[in-house]
């Protein structure tokens, strides 16, 4: 039997005359992520979008697992496509879905009716189809307030579509759909959700890693490609920069205060970061910071950092628990590379003592010794940029 998707588009419901864009967006994002699958055909209707493949034999259990990773979407389905005619939608509802029938004790027909000159009206076609199903399955019970199995028959233009319940989407908005933001990427747990939180919020995005050869190894940088790329299987393409930060590191070290050495650090890889993402056409920074995790995430600690950026610093985990944030990123399969043990550059120096509060005249002052804007300039010089798919 063919088969299509059937796209619920979320929040995309709310936007009124933009709402053409963003599901235009939505397809793009849908097109391009299927797309190793086979070629796709994308139709809008009324609230939902149909994908019909152009090919036979397509990967529909991939094609699900892939459209569960596509923001924008509150649920979908995969549903047989049949004639409109009452006895092969009775066909095509047990061909399509009678060993789901067969696994369930209790179930229900939903008709949806678009095509009003239809011949039979919503509740006929739950009657007769759903008299069908039991005449084939006896033991099966009708629950109309909680049914295992609710079987929805679409009744529209040129088609009836038939399908089970409904897949979950991964809600938010499409990517793209709020413009582009720079994360800044560890290989710690943190700042892959954050990224991938802020994607669901519609940014693509940029990553900006910093490393710090040879304190730290070229198998770090590559895990943090890595956990880049599990990301981008949700927020699609990421540019990702990795910054020699070295320089910058060795010269904090040497010549400011030890407590001072993390906040300085950060506020120079903001100022970095900041140069970078202006150059990539962000419009933000994202930081996987939590309140109150680290010395230098404090309220204290984050006013000092905040105090050099020019853009506004999303941080999405700020009001997470550690056992929230490695919820989530479980769930988007960061967590076990986030574990794998190599350095990050911020645990190259890390003073015995960070403060904790930590005044920002202090800190200007530490920072006013040293002169770090050629340094800067050199180390965004020096970015190497690639870009980095989801696997
Ligand atoms: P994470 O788990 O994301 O590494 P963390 O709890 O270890 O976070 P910090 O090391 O203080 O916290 O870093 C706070 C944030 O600063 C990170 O979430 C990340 O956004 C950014 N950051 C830290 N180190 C780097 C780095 N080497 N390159 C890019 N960004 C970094
Ligand atoms: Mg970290």
Same mark, same amino acid.
């Given at each position: ?64 697992? *892939? ?151 070229? *198998? ?46 950060? *506020? ?83 003073? *015995? ?39």
């Amino acid at each position: 039997m063919k088969k299509v998707i059937l796209i619920k588009n979320g929040e995309l419901v709310l936007k009124g005359l933009n709402r053409s864009t963003f599901e235009d967006m939505l397809i793009k994002n849908m097109r391009r992520r299927l797309s190793p699958l086979g070629t796709f055909n994308f139709i809008k209707a009324q609230s939902t979008i149909i994908a019909e493949p152009q090919d036979e034999d397509v990967d529909f259990d991939e094609a699900v697992e *892939r459209i569960k990773r596509v923001f924008g979407i509150v649920a979908f389905s995969v549903a047989g496509v049949t004639e409109k005619d009452l006895e092969k939608i009775k066909e095509a509802v047990m061909e399509f879905l009678g060993d789901d029938l067969r696994s369930v004790k209790t179930f229900k027909v939903n008709a949806k009716r678009s095509d009003k000159k239809f011949q039979y009206k919503s509740p006929e076609i739950c009657r007769e189809v759903g008299g069908y199903i039991l005449s084939k399955i006896p033991s099966l019970k009708v629950d109309v307030h909680n049914p295992e199995l609710t079987v929805t028959v679409e009744v529209r233009d040129k088609h009836v579509f038939v399908h089970g319940n409904q897949i979950k989407g991964a809600g938010g908005m499409p990517v793209g759909s709020s413009g582009r933001a720079a994360l800044l990427l560890s290989g710690g747990i943190d700042s892959p959700v954050a990224g991938y939180m802020m994607a669901k919020r519609g940014l693509v995005l940029t990553a900006i890693h910093f490393a710090a050869p040879p304190y730290t190894s070229p *198998r770090a940088e590559l895990k943090v490609k890595k956990l880049a790329s599990l990301v981008a299987r949700y927020s699609g393409r990421i540019n990702f920069a990795v910054v020699p930060f070295t320089e910058i590191q060795e010269h904090i070290k040497d010549n400011c205060p030890e407590e001072l050495f993390t906040i300085i650090m950060r *506020r120079l890889m903001m100022k970095v970061a900041l140069r970078i993402a202006e150059q990539d056409k962000c419009q933000a920074l994202i930081t996987g910071e939590s309140l109150g995790q680290v010395a230098s995430q404090t309220i204290g600690a984050i006013a000092c950092t905040d105090a050099v950026s020019t853009m506004p610093v999303f941080r999405p985990c700020i009001g997470m628990d550690k056992e929230e944030i490695i919820s989530i990123a479980r769930k988007i399969d960061t967590f076990e590379t986030s574990l794998e043990p190599y350095e990050d550059c911020c645990t190259v120096f890390t003073p *015995r003592h960070p403060r904790t509060r930590p005044t920002l005249s202090l800190i200007e002052e530490a920072e006013a010794k040293v002169d770090f804007e050629e340094m800067i300039q050199k180390a965004v010089a020096e970015t190497r940029f690639c870009s980095v798919d989801g696997e």
